[in-house]
């Protein structure tokens, strides 16, 4: 199973500032990690490839300074690392992330299953996965809790509603955000 994940940089800490003019997160100067939800998702994904063989690729937006975790991915065991970067990105919102991520997601092919951390800890908005599913008409799950098992056409997977755990068959290839 080929597996492509999309991580974020984000900042380490919560006393960032808001540029007034653009409404856009002042980073400079702020030290910064991957967002803690891509943790999970690259853990998952290392555990499904062990499970279901194939590859994993982490994929990241961002400034060349990104590129810091994805060397923590390939530390963590990813099999390859791409990163997407050009001054035009700087301030996208998460329709623009999500298509240009789409469009790297493309280039890229032979995937399965992507897999991206149910939200940001900068952003908290819980779009960027369910919106790249979109752009490439691809069945999607949020929340997803656990994998249970890989078929050969299909995953069955545990998926957090807030008061129950719903288990659902969802067809490959599609996308999934992981929450632990």
């Known amino acids: 199973m080929n597996i492509l994940v999309c991580i974020k940089q984000v900042p380490s800490s919560t006393h960032v500032t808001v540029d007034e003019k653009t409404g856009v997160l002042n980073r400079s100067g702020v030290e ?49 690392a791409c990163l997407l970067s050009d001054r035009r990105f700087a301030g996208a919102d998460v329709v623009a992330t999500s298509y240009t991520l789409s469009q790297g997601i493309r280039h890229l092919g032979n995937y399965d299953l992507i897999i991206c951390g149910k939200q940001t800890t900068d952003g908290d908005t819980a779009q960027v996965g369910a919106e790249i599913a979109e752009f490439m008409d691809l069945p999607h799950a949020a929340n997803v809790m656990a994998i249970g098992s ?31």
């Open 32 to 80: 910064s990690k991957m967002n803690p939800y891509d943790l999970f998702a690259i853990e998952t994904a290392l555990q499904l490839r062990e499970q279901a063989g194939g590859t994993v690729t982490a994929l990241s937006m961002g400034p060349p300074q990104a590129r810091s975790i994805l060397e923590e991915a390939l530390a963590m065991g990813a099999d390859q």
């Open 150 to 180: 890989v078929g050969p056409d299909h995953l069955l997977i545990d998926v957090n509603l807030e008061q129950i755990v719903q288990k659902q068959k969802i067809l490959l290839p599609c996308l999934l955000t992981v929450e632990k």
